[in-house]
């Protein structure tokens, strides 16, 4: 790159301009050349350096008692932000480029906790009102009149929640540079779309959606293509062309093309619609007998969950009956697991009376070797444990053949004196039910909270609170299965793999003498969700 950026202060300002390169490299950012009212760095240096730079920066920052920070450029703006999303006390960020705020940007500014007023050339309505409803950020521009797109007004998108709801849209335009950005920035926000209707068809429009649909990744969307006024050769030589050159996204992703004819057109088709609709009946009646098949089955789940749901009711009301409130005092008395990292208090204001709850629990199923319960998520459950890890794929927790199944501890791990390893299976089939809900554990507003990091799951020998440490998504595996370990090395050896595959590093430091606790459920056929909590606290249950 041939340029750098400087940092010039100027009264409560910060202002960032794209610089000459006019020092080498070896020259930037050395203290000896620092001049602290207008400093420099070299783009590379910045990402390389980002929490580095970003702290000095602070320090000036609050120092100098710096409230606004001013850009100059859209160049490099997103590795610019990151370095504002650090400075707390700037409230006030003044883009100067003469052009709309990009949708990038705007997603930047939503993960910033300290603006409250942006000033720029000019941004969509949709999304400044997105940032005042979210944030309370006031939007200030500087051009005159707000641009909307044909795209926008033809399918009336006037707020965020109309294009995020938006589920048909119509393409009566064709798609330029300026209406491109429009329906980017639509297919970034919105989350519902099925059909996408091109009345006045033309090549490049086409390529153009197909581009951004690919580019965000959009799934199961049906193209819909007017055959009136519009040249029917033309559009079946371009979506061959098409379907050759997007052949992997469109196959994995669903995407269908279709001619919507009209109605002169299928008066004068009149044979060849006759035999279209012979097939088509043909076609109708495999679907409803498909469709018989899955309501059959839809009808058989729906019993399966309204069974489980009336026996969790009935379990829950044991844990009801055996609580009773307490003081702190009685939470902070016990004792926490030297061997592992010290850990706050988790203090509860109700004690539950887990030796009478496991004596109920055995008398209806014999099987019972835990309870396990998981914050915000409806994972509050009794776990069971059969001789193979087969039975309760297909069994409640009466032991009545169920197709959601139950919670269960792995045949191989024992219960009163816990294995390196204990895991614990669930099915994800059905929502709210099981192990639906897990998939919240792998969302950073569930996991960046420090009370949710800590599971409970207790078994008739103890009550226990485990650390999460570690959370993935993986291929179908069995690598994180092993219960038991030939050796120190051998146990540290495969922390060190499940850690390092973590999604989110927690920080957690794994002793070789700790036990840890992993739950395994499906995400689909291919993928599944596993994640690991360490023990932080247990407390001999009296027997």
């Not at 055996?322 to 990292?341: G, K």
Request: aromatic share 12%.
């Amino acid at each position: 790159m041939n340029y750098n950026y400087g940092f010039k202060l100027s009264k409560d300002t910060i202002v960032i301009n794209k610089v000459k390169n006019d020092l080498s490299e070896e020259s930037l950012n050395k203290t000896d050349v620092i001049d602290i009212k207008e400093l420099k760095f070299s783009v590379s240096y910045i990402k390389d350096n980002l929490e580095l730079v970003a702290s000095f920066l602070n320090v000036v920052i609050i120092k100098e008692n710096i409230t606004t920070v001013q850009i100059n450029q859209f160049d490099d703006v997103l590795t610019l932000m990151k370095l504002v999303n650090y400075w707390e006390h700037i409230n006030k960020i003044d883009f100067k480029e003469d052009s709309a705020v990009p949708y990038s940007l705007f997603e930047s500014l939503l993960d910033n906790k300290y603006i409250k007023t942006i000033q720029c050339y000019s941004m969509p309505s949709y999304l400044i009102d997105r940032l005042d409803l979210t944030k309370g950020i006031v939007v200030k521009t500087r051009e005159k009149h707000d641009y909307v797109s044909m795209f926008m007004k033809n399918n009336l998108l006037n707020s965020y929640s109309d294009i995020y709801f938006k589920k048909s849209i119509i393409i009566c335009n064709p798609i330029d540079n300026v209406e491109e950005i429009g329906f980017d920035n639509f297919i970034k926000i919105n989350n519902k779309l099925k059909t996408i209707r091109i009345i006045k068809y033309d090549d490049i429009s086409l390529d153009t959606i197909i581009k951004i649909l690919e580019n965000n990744k959009r799934s199961n969307i049906l193209i819909l293509l007017d055959e009136k006024n519009n040249d029917l050769n033309a559009i079946y030589n371009k979506v061959n062309v098409i379907k050759k050159k997007y052949h992997k996204y469109i196959n994995a992703n669903n995407i269908k093309f279709k001619i919507n004819y009209s109605l002169e057109y299928k008066k004068n088709n009149l044979f060849k619609e006759v035999n279209l609709k012979f097939l088509s009946s043909i076609i109708i009646l495999l679907i409803a007998a498909i469709s018989v098949v899955f309501l059959y089955k839809s009808y058989e789940q729906h019993n399966d969950a309204q069974t489980v749901s009336t026996e969790l009711d009935e379990l829950t009301g044991i844990i009801n009956n055996n609580t009773t409130e307490t003081s702190d005092d009685d939470n902070n008395s016990s004792e926490v697991n030297t061997n592992s990292p010290t850990y706050r208090n988790y203090v509860s204001t109700y004690n539950t009376n887990y030796s009478q709850v496991f004596s109920d629990l055995l008398a209806i199923n014999d099987q019972t070797v835990g309870w396990l319960k998981i914050n915000n998520t409806n994972v509050n459950h009794p776990v069971v444990q059969a001789p193979d890890n087969a039975f309760y794929l297909t069994h409640d927790f009466k032991k009545n053949k169920n197709n959601l199944g139950w919670i269960f501890m792995d045949y191989r791990n024992g219960v009163e004196t816990l294995d390196k390893n204990t895991i614990i299976y669930g099915h994800n089939d059905y929502d709210g039910i099981m192990f639906s809900t897990v998939y919240y554990m792998f969302r950073s507003s569930w996991y960046s909270n420090g009370d949710n990091q800590i599971i409970t799951f207790n078994t008739p020998y103890a009550t226990m609170k485990w650390k999460i440490f570690s959370l993935y998504q993986i291929d179908v595996t069995e690598d994180y299965l092993q219960t038991n370990f030939a050796s120190e090395d051998d146990y540290m050896n495969f922390i060190n793999m499940i850690q390092s595959r973590s999604q989110v590093d927690f920080g957690d430091v794994i002793q070789p003498t700790d036990k840890i606790l992993t739950l395994s459920t499906c995400k689909n056929d291919k993928v599944r969700y596993v994640v690991h909590a360490v023990l932080v606290e247990s407390t001999p249950t009296e027997q």
